[in-house]
């Protein structure tokens, strides 16, 4: 077996290769072009695409002709239309929105409370924990809120989890080591939640329709200026389909107990 780490392997020719087993991380198959093969943004003919799990932001993808995206998002929100509250247009629209990543997610808490405290640290096909998600979005909320919005150049705790393909940057956060307890977890992420809680009570059209100052210090995000409804809309997204991916690891941690 060979390992390819740190390596420039753009242009290669892989032909008459097994890559079955393979583990693929912080590669870039942008642009690839795939034959008898199985991917993402490429071009996939001649394959077969069976019993295949696919998590993914979609968009412009063409199964046999057809555009799939518009119609994997009609059924997601036909299976959840709650969904829909998550793209809002208006102060109100986020307000409501934020009612609904509270409620959702005061019952997943509930839904880890019922597992033993040791399981929650426990990542399920090398997904995150359930701790660790509860980290990472307080992560994301200090820096879509708390850095872009509010413009603390370095609001982090040391508990915030940023994604793990992201480069090390001064200042920012990344102990994979560290076990809190779900109560010290969810200590930092209330005090996160209340933050969006309290700004989206305050939303005005005109802040909503704003752009962000740029923060004078590096960083993630980038010290740039960001449409303040996009800040937004990431960190609903974040709310959500953390929650989702959390509730799925749940379930199956349950069913292995």
Same mark, same amino acid.
């Given at each position: ?11 290669s ?7 079955s ?43 046999n ?7 994997? $998002?009609?059924? *997601? &929100? =036909?299976?959840?239309p709650? !969904? ?7 102060? @109100? ?5 934020w ?10 808490v ?11 640290h ?44 992201m ?19 969810? $200590?930092?992420? *209330? &005090? =996160?939640?209340?933050?969006? !809680? ?7 059209? @005109?802040e ?48 292995h107990?």
């Amino acid at each position: 077996m060979n390992d390819f780490i740190d390596k420039d392997l753009s242009d290669s020719q892989f032909r008459d290769v097994d890559l079955s087993g393979a583990s693929f991380r912080s590669v870039n198959l942008a642009d690839a072009r795939f034959h008898a093969a199985n991917l993402y943004r490429a071009v996939i003919r001649g394959t077969c695409l069976i019993d295949v799990q696919i998590d993914a932001e979609i968009e412009n993808l063409t199964i046999n002709g057809v555009d799939v995206g518009p119609l994997i $998002e009609a059924e *997601r &929100d =036909r299976q959840d239309p709650e !969904r829909i509250l998550m793209r809002p247009s208006d102060p @109100a629209g986020f307000g409501t929105a934020w009612d609904v990543v509270e409620r959702r997610w005061d019952e997943t808490v509930e839904h880890a409370r019922a597992l033993p405290p040791e399981q929650l640290h426990v990542s399920v096909d090398g997904e995150w924990s359930f701790i660790e998600t509860l980290r990472h979005l307080a992560f994301a909320t200090d820096s879509w809120i708390r850095r872009a919005i509010h413009r603390d150049p370095t609001p982090w705790h040391p508990l915030d989890l940023p994604w793990d393909e992201m480069p090390d940057m001064p200042g920012v956060p990344r102990d994979r080591s560290v076990r809190p307890s779900l109560d010290e977890a969810l $200590e930092l992420r *209330r &005090d =996160r939640m209340a933050s969006v !809680r309290a700004f989206v009570d305050q939303l005005t059209d @005109a802040e909503l329709n704003s752009t962000t100052e740029p923060v004078d210090a590096p960083g993630w995000p980038d010290p740039i200026g960001y449409p303040v409804r996009e800040c937004l809309l990431i960190v609903l997204n974040e709310e959500w389909e953390h929650r989702r991916f959390a509730e799925r690891d749940l379930t199956i941690l349950e069913s292995h107990a």
